[in-house]
């Protein structure tokens, strides 16, 4: 009997103790979500405490995640978020502010080797309200293209401005090639390509007063040139998100593209790649203003209705220290820290030539605009953005009502 | 015990009272809930309340064109697929009764696409759609020609959509006319033979006349599950491109779950429901008449 009783308190204790120190975790599928993963299973090791994954599409982990928090059923204790989704979980108070944790480890917030435009996304307001995530995946646009290409077609020196660029991809498509290949599925994947397009044509989305200016003469002459892209891109872009215009570049098809450094990981693999040690990384060029990426980290925050608060800042705390973000790096992610970026043991290998351009990408780089409703505004603005490229509607049209649509929005 | 139940001619209802509030609340609740947000702007902040708006998202039914989309998108899906699917499944059904009746192999394998779960049919077609990786793509990349873009292509996007649903569902019509022929009373063919009836006049007066119930039913059955299309899309397009084949339910689904604009969602699944309702009275009507 006393045996019994002894084994139900000692099992009783173990189902305790894994349903407190559980954390269940939602990440996207693909390398970001797969690092994580990987970390975690370090950290079980280390601790003892259990973290559950649910990996799920780009798209589903933000509608499970909203789902959750609408609905305050704490399914989920992070949530690796894209960032421009941070306002939406953020102002909505679905994320747990992270200033008392810090408090309680005597410390302001988190330490200054993160690049500063990767902390200020983890700000509520952006980069002056407090932190309510850490930077995980150090995601920056850049410009990949094929150097002896774009060399043969006439650019030898780092691509600066569009107008050169295009003039080198019309020779490559005229030689058979792709010259660029243009990543256009409606909502959130057309508007991430056209973002460092239309700010490097001046363009902006909003007035001061929050009004859409998607239509200014700057909106149509960044669409022009963005459908000049389309046509030196192979057909189909109005439905092609990452996979697809990555695999035009692994195979060799396309010679450039403006794409996530997470991609440079594939390009370098030679089991996936034909273009190995042929690709360079640079900047955005300019056109009438001078090229910025999009910035688009991945980010770790805890859920205001989650349980395990404290569990959930812990692991985070210890997956975004120095020793895990070079981990992570080793194994694709993009970094956030400066340390890591100048790293002699990471920025020695071929495969991470392209980290001082990615740090000078995040340092310059344009965060999308900071909106609860930018899921919806991107949805919307992606829509018209895919029809002009699948030549359904005009460029004006799509601007035009575009615009009228994001104004209905933001009213 | 029988003269306690003839005491109160009421009992046997109070008896199933219990059922009916379950069944009420199993179906009818959910509904008016949606009813209820429907006349308000549904707040995903936690500090602020819902916002009482009327009339509005209902009067949004009137102007919104991403709604008059996926509407049209979703009445040209229903329609076409439909139809194809109908004349085929009629078709087989009539060549499998007259010709190979009894080599139930030919069903059995005629059958396979229904069996199958819609979701894990569509990522089935989205490997065999894909530019690079299907095999008839990677056929078409070997002889040097450009991969064919069934699923990003504003002119084949739609068409491949009903191609596959045309593929899964045509079998559930085949097995329904199938067993309509089959029923089919003897006498009136022969009858009709000793006249001197040709095929296609047995056909046109007797097969087609006496398969209108079966008919009715399995059009009632086929168009308000292709009205909520969904799961294809969901795998194999996301609405696209350029929103030629947001559809009905996968549009709702996009304002619910993406925009939690709840109260329009709400306003729209509502539309939905008014649409297959009056379709069902419809064809139900249809069916009396016949009977």
Not at chain 1, 314 to 330: N, T, V
Not at chain 2, 71 to 77: D, M, P, Q, R, S
């Amino acid at each position: 009997m006393k045996l019994i009783k002894f084994l139900s308190c000692v099992l009783s204790l173990v189902f305790i103790s894994s349903y407190v120190y559980a954390i269940t975790v939602i990440v996207p599928n693909g390398g970001e979500g797969d690092g994580l993963r990987a970390a975690a299973k370090d950290y079980t090791a280390l601790t003892g405490v259990e973290v559950e994954f649910v990996q799920a599409p780009y798209e589903q982990v933000f509608d499970k995640a909203a789902n959750a928090a609408n609905t305050k059923s704490g399914s989920y204790d992070i949530v690796l978020m894209d960032d421009p989704w941070i306002p939406f979980f953020a102002e909505n108070g679905h994320l747990a502010e992270m200033g008392p944790y810090f408090d309680a480890l005597g410390v302001d917030g988190p330490d200054n080797d993160f690049l500063g435009k990767s902390m200020a996304i983890c700000r509520n307001p952006y980069n002056s309200g407090p932190y309510v995530c850490i930077p995980y995946v150090g995601n920056a646009q850049m410009f990949f293209y094929n150097t002896a290409a774009f060399a043969e077609a006439g650019l030898d020196g780092p691509p600066a401005d569009w107008d050169s660029v295009h003039a080198a991809m019309q020779k490559i498509s005229a030689s058979g090639s792709f010259g660029y290949v243009l990543r256009a599925q409606e909502g959130n994947p057309v508007v991430a390509q056209y973002m460092p397009i239309f700010w490097s044509f001046c363009g902006k989305l909003f007035d001061e007063n929050r009004n859409a200016t998607v239509n200014s003469p700057e909106g149509m002459k960044a669409l022009e040139f963005f459908l000049k892209l389309r046509d030196v891109s192979p057909p189909g872009a109005a439905s092609m998100n990452q996979e697809e215009t990555g695999q035009y570049i692994l195979q060799g098809m396309a010679k450039s593209t403006i794409n996530w450094p997470n991609w440079v990981t594939n390009f370098e693999d030679p089991s996936q790649s034909n273009v190995v040690g042929e690709m360079t990384y640079a900047a955005i060029p300019s056109g009438d203003c001078a090229g910025s990426s999009e910035i688009g980290h991945w980010a770790l925050g805890i859920a205001s209705a989650s349980k395990n608060q404290q569990a959930a800042f812990d692991f985070i705390h210890w997956a975004s220290s120095k020793e895990q973000i070079d981990i992570s790096a080793g194994r694709g992610n993009p970094p956030v820290r400066f340390s890591t970026f100048t790293n002699p043991e990471l920025t020695s290998q071929a495969k991470f030539r392209h980290f001082p351009v990615l740090m000078e990408a995040i340092n310059y780089s344009t965060p999308r605009p900071r909106h609860p409703k930018w899921p919806e505004l991107e949805q919307v603005f992606g829509v018209y953005l895919s029809k002009a490229v699948a030549g359904v509607m005009s460029p004006k049209e799509a601007l035009d009502k575009a615009n009228a649509e994001l104004d209905k929005i933001l009213k | 015990m029988f003269s306690v139940f003839s005491a109160d001619k009421y009992l046997r209802f109070y008896l199933i009272i219990p059922a009916i509030v379950l069944l009420l609340l199993l179906t009818l609740f959910p509904i008016v809930y949606i009813l209820y947000f429907s006349f308000f702007e549904y707040s995903s902040n936690v500090d602020v309340p819902h916002q009482f708006i009327g009339l509005e998202n209902f009067k949004r039914l009137f102007v919104d064109e991403a709604f008059h989309n996926a509407l049209k998108n979703t009445i040209f899906f229903t329609v076409v697929a439909v139809s194809i699917e109908f004349a085929l499944g009629l078709g087989f059904a009539l060549l499998v009764m007259n010709f190979i009746e009894k080599v139930s192999i030919i069903k059995t394998i005629l059958l396979i696409p229904m069996m199958i779960a819609p979701i894990a049919v569509a990522i089935t077609w989205k490997f065999l759609y894909a530019p690079f990786v299907s095999p008839f793509n990677h056929l078409m990349m070997k002889l040097g020609q450009a991969p064919i873009l069934f699923t990003s292509d504003v002119k084949l996007a739609m068409p491949s959509i009903i191609f596959v649903d045309i593929w899964q569902w045509t079998p559930f019509i085949f097995l329904m006319m199938l067993a309509g022929l089959a029923s089919l009373p003897k006498e009136p063919y022969e009858a009709a033979q000793i006249d001197g009836a040709s095929a296609w006049q047995q056909f046109r007066d007797l097969t087609w006349k006496f398969l209108q119930p079966v008919i009715i039913i399995t059009l009632l059955l086929r168009i308000m599950d292709a009205f909520r299309l969904f799961d294809q899309v969901f795998i194999l397009t996301r609405g696209g491109p350029a929103s030629v084949t947001d559809t009905l339910s996968f549009h709702i689904y996009k304002v619910a779950f993406r925009f939690w604009d709840i109260g329009w969602a709400a306003a729209m699944s509502l539309f939905m429901l008014a649409v297959t309702l009056t379709i069902s009275i419809w064809f139900v009507g249809k069916l009396n008449v016949e009977k």
